[in-house]
């Protein structure tokens, strides 16, 4: 599997750290020590179905496939304003595909696992050209009257156009059951069976336990990817970690004994998009110049479930 297109899309709104002390009990100085996280955008006019079209189009566009010529469209969403149909199905008529599409709930993980999937596809021969889109609206789920979750997050949408290749080299995902640590409940509707009614509940985050994990597992599918290629850390090009906090990154980083510009940041600008950070992430470098063709690179992310996933690449350019 190779990655032949990228398309990300961000809320106009702007929200600095000061805006957020303007309502909550926090400061600037907090939130960037603890975090890293100088500003978010936030949806206030934009759906989430208009970043996620806006990233799959600007994808369709730089891979040069044709809407029609998509054979699978993955969604990577942990939840949107319909629990159904899915986001994937929500934009199949936008976008002009007719192809089968699903959504998948691999939380923060979810573009690794999307990127999983589509390489056993590729593989069986099930799909030729995979659309996957990763669209997150966090910022919908958090109790914006608390400042334990609400500063952390940010919205937007990245997308992938994959086809068959030599570029992924290795995926390593894994998952366990800490339901308590990280969640976010719908509300559910009484029958005559079951009359008790749920409320939705904003997402619930121990922040402690959530950092303790990510390090650990991010560390642990990271060495056991390279131990089983035969690679070091030194061989890595570029190492893009899911973009949930700065310090989680620099953990990861200083047990790889690895430098600073190995590991590029972009959640000082968009806080934690969820399952849409790498993807962000990888479309600007992209478009940027900043992957070069031949690297070598390492993706990790992690989420509730808890769930990680990382995999092992060599990037192909693409030319915007
Ligand atoms: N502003 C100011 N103070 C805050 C705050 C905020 N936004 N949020 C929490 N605090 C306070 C706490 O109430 C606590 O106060 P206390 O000492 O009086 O009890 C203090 O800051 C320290 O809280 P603590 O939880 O120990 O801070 P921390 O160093 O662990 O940082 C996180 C908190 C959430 C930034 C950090 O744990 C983290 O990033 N965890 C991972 C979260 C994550 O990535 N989630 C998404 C996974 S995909």
Known sequence: MKIIGTGSALPKEIVTNDMLAGFLDT?????????????????????????????????LVS???????????????????????????????????????????????????????????????????ILIVAAEEPSRFCNWHERETSVLFGDGASALVVTEGESFVDFRLTGD???DILY?????????????????????????????????????????????NGKTPDDIELFLVHQANLRIIDCIREHLEQPKEKFPTNLQNYGNTSSASIGILIDEM?????????????????????VTGAALLKWSQINY
């Open 27 to 59: 400061s600037d100085a907090w939130i960037t020590t603890r975090t890293g996280i100088r500003t978010r955008h936030l949806q206030s006019h934009e759906t989430l179905r208009d970043l996620a079209l806006s990233a799959a189009q600007a994808a």
């Open 63 to 129: 891979s040069g496939v044709q809407a029609e010529d998509i054979d699978y469209l993955i969604c990577s969403n942990v939840a949107n304003s319909y629990v159904s149909p899915s986001l994937g199905s929500i934009l199949l008529g936008p976008l002009g595909c007719c192809c089968p599409t699903f959504d998948l709930n691999g939380a923060c993980a979810g573009l690794v696992y999307s990127l999983d999937i589509a390489d056993s596809f590729l593989k069986t021969g099930k799909a030729r050209k």
């Open 177 to 179: 059951t800490h339901t």
């Open 184 to 228: 976010y409940k719908r509300s559910m509707e009484a029958t005559p069976y079951d009359r008790v009614e749920e409320k939705t509940t904003p997402l619930v985050m121990n922040g402690r336990e959530v950092f303790r994990l990510a390090v650990n597992s991010c560390i642990e599918d990271i060495d056991t990817l390279l131990e089983r």
């Open 286 to 306: 992209s478009r940027a110049g900043e992957l070069k063709d031949g690297a070598t690179l390492v993706l990790s992310a992690f989420g509730g479930g808890f």
